[in-house]
């Protein structure tokens, strides 16, 4: 009840017979700091012993935007694999949105989010059914070595339709193996991160990437 300005909530517990009575103006500041913690603590931080680095909101926005030009229906399908800072907006621009990732927070985002490691390759439980799956496939490895090049591009082979686009942010420093694994080629958009990272980054993809890129 209002009580003189006040907002009177009543204790959970209901041994006590007292009222307590806050301002209102207090109250909502109180909300509004409950609410901004419950975001906060939504939001995941990164693990660089993962190897994890969030891109920027302009990549984000940029990528998801791209996603949703390439998209061609509700049937449309999209892998993102190692790249989790992607998976709430690209979801948003597209209907049928997976993430496959190794840190085992981003499980409880929803049963689109699946357990990935690249070093077990492509016939794990959780890949197998995936096979020739996804008219688009987004990776960023987590390693800028041939090894973690050559084991992921296995992976989005293999789960890739024959017709399926590829997309790959990667350090510039991949580019021979981009190539050589998977024809990639490389495209004028430059993936940026929320911390400024000392190697200098690239996108590479089996399709005119730059055409559905907006903002460049």
């Not at 500041?29 to 969030?54: G, M, V």
């Not at 694999?81 to 998976?87: D, K, N, V």
């Not at 020739?132 to 800028?144: R, Y």
Request: proline share 4%; net charge negative.
């Amino acid at each position: 009840m209002e009580v003189e300005g006040k907002r009177c909530d009543v204790q959970e517990n209901p041994s006590d017979d007292e009222e307590i009575c806050l301002p209102s103006d207090t109250l909502q500041i109180l909300k509004d700091f409950l609410a901004e913690k419950a975001r906060e603590e939504e939001t995941l931080e990164e693990n660089w012993q993962l190897s994890q680095f969030w891109y920027d909101e302009e990549t984000i926005s940029t990528v998801a935007g791209a996603c949703k030009e390439i998209s061609t229906g509700k049937d449309f399908t999209i892998g993102l694999f190692s790249c989790p800072s992607l998976f709430e907006e690209v979801s948003k621009a597209a209907p049928n949105v997976y993430l496959f990732e190794y840190d085992e927070r981003f499980l409880r985002k929803g049963k689109n989010c699946i357990f990935y490691d690249y070093t077990k390759g492509k016939d794990t439980e959780n890949l197998r059914k995936f096979h020739e799956f996804f008219d688009l496939v987004i990776a960023d490895p987590p390693f800028l070595s041939e090894e973690c090049i050559a084991r992921t591009s296995e992976i989005l082979r293999h789960v890739a339709k024959s017709s399926g686009k590829i997309i790959l942010c990667s350090g510039t420093v991949v580019t021979q193996w981009a190539e050589k694994y998977l024809q990639l080629k490389p495209c004028n958009f430059q993936p940026k991160h929320k911390r400024n990272l000392g190697n200098e980054f690239s996108s590479f993809a089996n399709f005119n990437l730059d055409t559905f890129i907006r903002n460049q």
